[in-house]
């Protein structure tokens, strides 16, 4: 039997703590940071509970996934007479219960005093947690959970892989992170940690990091898929090769304590679990509080990337719960395939051996091929995640309309992502189909310039064009102009009223519904582009327009029905666009569209052996050093 400190008590004063303290604590009486090694204290007679996302013990998750035998609780108080008492979460609990018969009294001290404190659990249990009652001022620090394992600690060597392309800020930030907080820490992460930073963008200095164990790579902007190759490599090539590789985003705030929890997770885990991916959750940066997923799936019909998870709030008691003790088989299809998303995953160097390395697709569908390609089991835990900018807004047509077609549709060649290939040639037609009932015929002809690189074959992606196409495809999406210069542009069309200094999103997201006349009109017509219906105006003869996010993926059907003008508003960035339909294009991406497809069917057997038949190479060690530039 071993012991192994597995989790700290997380307590900060980072805005995000607070703002949701609740993440972290709950107290009746102002519980504050009192300066002293990384003291906190109840300020007043009070309670503080710890029941919560960062500092619940998540039972439930290491009875599954690892050989604990027991848990403990470890903390040091000083001041009033004080209590220290278990609490648990169960499934169906509105709060937590605390746990009486285990409550451990303590005298006024002027000394900082140990308290130990022997956890129960049963299977009814989702969490264990504690809570620190006082009659006056009494202060904590260095609180942690100890757990006990059957045998001995795995040895484990963990390498942080991050790809960065022109993110400075953030990836100097998350170095100083790894070194001040892990690398220089006087425990066993410190001496089996290190840290690839890929950097595409070549704006870093390599002697920059200022520790040995944290190195930066120059490297050729191969996006992430190649930036996470390379940090793969390195991570099996060093001079201790690592175990398991955690791969990070670099656009990412991350608290140190996740990783450190990882390391101690892989230490203790079992048999069944020993090549789990360990998936962290997304939080969002701009919505601290909301958990957008930690892993996801392919819908088998959709072909589209879903969570498995609804959202959840992490600052609430009851979502806190759920999300350990939900049970992704009963959302997730039985003939769908799960993966773990790039932003925080940590994988095993047994599987990157056995199953090679990404596809050079550049962004998108990397990491899901990776994962389904792997078919791992998956560890998640509360407490192991980062915060990562919303998707909603930070929509980019060559990401989602180029780079996603073309990229899914090799994966489902290579790898077979869903039932059918016929799922992805239905999402084509969706976003084809999506952005003209828009207007927007940029973005649709961008979906098929994915979809007629996919035609290319395997050679194609092979030769170093990801970064000269991924360009291509932002230079060539359609292009929002200021507000001010969007402003003058509706006032020279005679577009009247339209100030976007006055627009509120429930403005802009708003819909009304059709009535039936309405969408059999909008089906029959493709929104009046199948004819040339006289244009839209309003009362004194001035031409209508409606005003939509310029989101990808929203199709307010009724807002911009009868409208042959469309003004789409990205309101993050402050800049839009005007649309106008035009009848002509509309037929000309139709046309393209039927060539596209008939050219298909034509070479779908051809296409489909050369996808098979290319994987393995592409997935080498050596392919991916020539394509790097590292022999």
């Not at 697709?361 to 091929?369: M, P």
């Not at 909603?392 to 060649?413: D, F, H, P």
């Not at 196409?469 to 006032?491: C, G, H, T, W, Y």
């Not at 409208?563 to 789409?568: G, L, M, T």
Request: charged share 30%; with cysteine; hydrophobic share 40%.
């Amino acid at each position: 039997m071993a012991s192994i400190r597995f989790a700290n008590i997380l307590l900060e004063t980072k805005p995000r703590a607070l703002h949701f303290p609740t993440m972290y604590y709950r107290a009746d009486v102002p519980f504050r940071p009192s300066g002293e090694n990384g003291a906190w204290t109840l300020t007043e007679g009070g309670a503080v509970d710890f029941t919560t996302y960062f500092n619940a013990l998540s039972v439930i998750k290491l009875r599954r996934y690892t050989r604990a035998t027991a848990y403990r609780l470890h903390l040091q108080v000083q001041g009033a007479p004080c209590s220290v008492t278990q609490t648990r979460a169960t499934r169906l609990g509105m709060t937590p219960e605390v746990l009486a018969q285990t409550a451990v009294e303590l005298p006024h001290t002027d000394r900082w005093t140990d308290v130990v404190l022997d956890l129960l659990d049963d299977e009814q249990s989702v969490l264990v947690g504690f809570q620190l009652a006082s009659e006056g001022v009494v202060a904590m620090r260095d609180a942690y959970y100890e757990v006990d394992i059957d045998g001995d600690p795995r040895t484990v060597d963990l390498a942080i892989a991050t790809t960065t392309f022109r993110k400075e800020s953030f990836i100097r930030k998350n170095m100083k992170l790894v070194r001040t907080e892990l690398l220089d820490a006087d425990d066993d992460i410190s001496r089996h940690l290190t840290m690839h930073v890929v950097d595409n963008g070549r704006t870093l200095d390599p002697q920059e990091s200022g520790d040995p164990r944290i190195t930066i790579s120059p490297n050729e902007n191969v996006g992430g898929a190649g930036g996470f190759a390379r940090g793969m490599i390195e991570a099996m090539e060093q001079s201790t090769p690592a175990t398991n590789v955690l791969l990070m985003d670099d656009d990412v705030e991350v608290s140190p304590e996740s990783i450190r929890r990882t390391y101690e997770l892989l230490r203790m885990v079992n048999d069944e679990y020993a090549e789990a991916f360990v998936s962290g959750a997304m939080l969002n940066i701009e919505d601290t509080e909301v958990m957008r997923e930690d892993t996801a799936y392919i819908d088998p019909e959709l072909g589209i990337c879903m969570p498995a998870k609804s959202r959840m709030m992490v600052s609430q008691y009851l979502d806190v719960v759920d999300n350990e003790a939900f049970d992704e088989e009963l959302s997730v299809p039985a003939n769908a395939h799960r993966y773990a998303a790039w932003w925080y995953c940590c994988i095993p160097m047994s599987v990157i051996r056995r199953v090679g390395l990404p596809l050079p697709v550049f962004v998108r569908y990397d990491d899901v091929e990776y994962g389904i390609r792997s078919n791992p089991k998956f560890m998640t835990m509360n407490g192991i995640c980062v915060w990562h900018a919303k998707f909603e807004i930070r929509y980019n047509a060559g990401v989602e309309r180029y780079q996603s077609t073309r990229n899914g549709m090799i994966a489902q060649m290579t790898t077979g992502l869903a039932p059918d290939f016929d799922t992805f040639l239905k999402g084509l037609h969706r976003q084809v189909d999506l952005e003209m009932r828009k207007f927007n015929y940029t973005d649709a002809e961008l979906a098929l310039d994915g979809f007629e690189d996919f035609l290319k074959g395997p050679k194609f992606i092979e030769q170093p064009v990801a970064q000269e196409r991924f360009m291509r495809a932002n230079r060539i999406k359609e292009q929002m102009v200021p507000f001010d210069e969007l402003s003058q542009q509706a006032e020279d069309m005679g577009l009247k009223d339209f100030d976007p200094e006055r627009l509120t999103r429930p403005m802009m997201e708003m819909d009304r519904q059709r009535s039936l006349q309405e969408r059999a009109f909008d089906y029959l017509t493709h929104n009046g582009q199948r004819f040339i219906p006289a244009g839209s105006k309003d009362e004194a003869g001035a031409e209508s327009y409606a005003v939509i996010t310029h989101d990808g993926w929203e199709y307010p059907a009724g807002a911009i029905h009868g409208e042959d003008i469309i003004i789409a508003v990205d309101w993050a960035s402050r800049k839009g666009v005007i649309r106008r339909k035009d009848t002509k294009r509309y037929r000309e991406v139709v046309k393209r569209y039927k060539r596209d497809m008939a050219y298909f069917k034509k070479h779908r057997e051809r296409l489909a052996q050369e996808y098979k038949d290319a994987a393995p190479k592409l997935e080498s060690v050596g392919f991916w050093k020539r394509y790097l530039d590292m022999e």
